[in-house]
């Protein structure tokens, strides 16, 4: 089982930047798919990008292609989430989520019933 904690949300300006990490601990990172999450206030929870555990492959949600970058250092057991221009639509709580894979498995995957480790979240705010 792998424990996920998300960091570096924060109260940014629009068209601002932010440097989301998600440091993961107990089994191997490298075996893991990842992928990042958002909920609005009022709003469900949703999809914002995904990376295969290798970090050869990603997805984005049309709302951020463009403007966000995830990306993996299995070394550092660490995933990232970079966000460039944000408007405040982004003001969210960013989630981190988890799935273990097989070691040839390159799938992505962007629904989070298929991820069943979750971080506590980071608040990102975004002002106009």
């Known amino acids: 089982q792998v424990q996920v904690v998300e960091s570096g949300g924060g109260l940014v300006q629009a068209g601002d930047s932010l440097r989301l990490s998600c440091a993961a601990s107990g089994r191997a990172f490298a075996n893991y798919a990842m992928g990042w999450f958002r909920q609005a206030p009022g709003k469900e929870r949703g999809f914002v990008a995904a990376?295969?555990?290798?970090?050869?492959?990603?997805k984005y949600a049309d709302s951020v292609k463009g403007r966000f970058t995830i990306s993996r250092d299995n070394a550092k057991n660490t995933l990232y989430l970079q966000m460039n221009s944000l408007k405040p639509e982004d003001t969210a709580v960013y989630y981190c989520a988890a799935r273990m894979v097989s070691p040839f498995d390159d799938s992505l995957f962007e629904s989070d019933g298929n991820f069943p480790y979750w971080g506590q979240g980071t608040q990102v705010t975004v002002s106009s």
């Open positions: 990376i295969t555990r290798g970090g050869a492959r990603t």
